[in-house]
Each structure stands twice: as structure tokens, then as C-alpha cells.
């Protein structure tokens, strides 16, 4: 077990869930993790940082099926300055879907980063309804999966993990039509 660089890729890094989710598993690590924000004018400093870390955990949200553009500007400058070392990067997704399948796309695009750059890539945690399940009953089975992502990357036993609120879709879709209202 290494130390850790988490990384928030979420526009809206300082209040967004991805802090939240970020915060729990920084709880959880056994290591030492040290966390990020990723924000338009700090690149250089966190490509200069990675080459003191063994693994790097990606925290953000799903956007229009992909990656948001804050973390798909990072990694653009991260492939042109990339560093010494390569850390094993793992993946935190969250979206506000239901399936956490939905998050697939944007994982193969961070696994085709990591494979076009020699970057071995390690666990994923793929949040359904990621918005909502922190703050309803449910956040427990987030909170589950946050804990065994931290062991699976502390361990280096890499796996790719799934949560979501255990809810039909037409109950999900009216619980979702009366927060918006």
C-alpha cells in the first residue's frame, strides 16, 4: 500500500457530492491519502505532485454520458507532461441515473487513457443515483462500497465495484419529479 493523490474532477469540485464521496473514502484508506481539486489553472502543480504518489483515485460526476470537461482538460495536460512514475489509477464515478451502468462510457474512456498512456489502472466504483444516495437511507450502501474501493486499492487486489438506491425505476423517476418540483 502506497500513499494516495485523490483527485476531484467536478466542475463544481468545493460543493459537489465527489468531495463528499472523496471525504469518506479518505475515512476509509488505510493509507495516506492527500486531496485535490482539479480547477483550470492548477494542472502543472498536480502533474508536478503525481510522481510522489503510487495511486491516484479520479472522484467526479458523469456529464452527457462521459467525463466532465474539467478532468478531460487535466488529463489532456497530463498526457502532454505526463510523469516519471505511472500510478495505478482507479475511478470513482458518480451519476444522477438509476443503473450504474450508465457510468460505462466514461469508464472506458478513462481505461483507453490509461492503456494509450502506460498508466496500469486499478479499481472503479461505478454510483447510481449518485446525487441522491448520500443523502437518503440508503447511504450506507454507498458508504459500503466507498470502504471496499479503498481496500481493493490499499490491497492492490483491483476490482470494479457498483451502488445505486435499491428502487424501482418509476419509483426512482417520481422521488427525482418531487425533488425537482
Known amino acids: 500500500m502506497g500513499n494516495l493523490m485523490l483527485l476531484n474532477g467536478s466542475p463544481r469540485a468545493p460543493k459537489s457530492n465527489s468531495r463528499h464521496y472523496a471525504e469518506h473514502f479518505s475515512a476509509c484508506y488505510p493509507g495516506h491519502a492527500d486531496y485535490f481539486e482539479i480547477r483550470k489553472n492548477n494542472h502543472q502543480e498536480l502533474c508536478a ?9 479520479f472522484v467526479f460526476p458523469l456529464y452527457a454520458d462521459a467525463i466532465p470537461v474539467t478532468l478531460l482538460n487535466f488529463l489532456k ?17 458518480n451519476c444522477g441515473f438509476l443503473e450504474p451502468y450508465q457510468n460505462d462510457i466514461a469508464i472506458r474512456m478513462m481505461r483507453l487513457f490509461c492503456r494509450k498512456n502506460q ?22 450502501l454507498a458508504a459500503r462500497k466507498i470502504k471496499a474501493l479503498a ?31
Open 151 to 181: 481496500k481493493s486499492i490499499a490491497r492492490e487486489s483491483y476490482q470494479t465495484f457498483q451502488a445505486t438506491m435499491p428502487l424501482s425505476k418509476k419509483l426512482f423517476v417520481k422521488a427525482a419529479d418531487s425533488y425537482w418540483s
Open 119 to 140: 498508466y496500469p489502472f486499478g479499481s472503479v466504483l461505478k454510483m447510481g443515483s449518485g446525487e441522491a444516495i448520500w443523502n437518503s437511507p440508503f447511504r450506507f
Open 49 to 57: 505532485k503525481i510522481d510522489e504518489y503510487s495511486n491516484v483515485l
Open 77 to 93: 495536460f497530463m498526457e502532454a507532461h505526463p510523469p516519471r512514475n505511472r500510478p495505478t489509477i482507479s475511478v470513482l464515478i
